[in-house]
Antibody
Framework: EVQLVESGGGLVQPGGSLRLSCATS????????MTWVRQAPGKGLEWVANINKDESEKYYVDSVEGRFTISRDNAKNALSLEMNSLRVEDTAVYYC?????????WGQGTLVTVSS | DIQMTQSPSTLSASVGDRVTITCRAS??????LAWYQQIPGKAPKLLIYKASTLESGVPSRFSGSGSGTEFTLTISSLQPDDFATYYC?????????FGQGTKVEIK
């Protein structure tokens, strides 16, 4: 069974940092692009960043470029999102998803709250 | 960035109704479009990709059409499980972008 399980969310002050992780199982992780998508409370979906199979390609939405870093560990079947200089507007549920184009598999999400 | 605009934002309908949601792209995206269904508190669920390809396991009452800049998601006969929010997403270019969502409510 394919599983994606996010962790690392929590409450952080503006300007702070947080590292999200996504543990995966049930599929050949190293052969898939991986993506982070977020959803602010009561709002729509926003694509955040993605990464190719060997980390040679990474793409970010403008609003997080330079603050967030996506990475992966193919040996551990894990995806990460390092988030620095967090802003109130980064408050959202962050989903880990499989794939680059359409997204067939999603995690349950982890909530990040940026507030003083 | 490619802007995706869905209409309507909210739709009130009854069980058995035929429902159509429109998604417009700010520039041509060929057929590089996906549709998702989201129930509150849950992760999105893929319904359609490549504009009209039905995801495995998704009921045939769901269908997608369109190309270029205009796309539609149709539910031929609305069922109780279909009351949810629907999103389109383009994957023609980076950054990928979603529509703002269409909430399908019970009339």
């Amino acid at each position: 069974e394919v599983q994606l399980v996010e962790s690392g969310g929590g409450l952080v002050q503006p300007g702070g940092s947080l590292r999200l992780s996504c543990a995966t199982s049930g599929f050949s992780f190293s052969t898939y692009w991986m993506t982070w998508v977020r959803q602010a409370p009561g709002k729509g979906l926003e694509w955040v960043a993605n990464i190719n199979k060997d980390e040679s390609e990474k793409y970010y939405v403008d609003s997080v470029e330079g603050r967030f870093t996506i990475s992966r560990d193919n040996a551990k079947n894990a995806l990460s999102l390092e988030m620095n200089s967090l802003r109130v507007e980064d408050t959202a549920v962050y989903y880990c998803t499989r794939g680059d184009a359409w997204h067939r598999r999603w995690g349950q999400g982890t909530l990040v709250t940026v507030s003083s | 960035d490619i802007q995706m605009t869905q209409s309507p934002s909210t739709l009130s309908a009854s069980v058995g109704d035929r429902v159509t949601i429109t998604c417009r792209a700010s520039q041509s995206i060929s057929s590089w479009l996906a549709w998702y269904q989201q129930i509150p508190g849950k992760a999105p669920k893929l319904l359609i990709y490549k504009a009209s390809t039905l995801e495995s396991g998704v009921p045939s009452r769901f269908s997608g059409s369109g190309s270029g800049t205009e796309f539609t998601l149709t539910i031929s006969s609305l069922q109780p499980d279909d009351f949810a929010t629907y999103y389109c997403q383009q994957y023609n270019s980076y950054p990928r972008t979603f529509g703002q969502g269409t909430k399908v409510e019970i009339k």
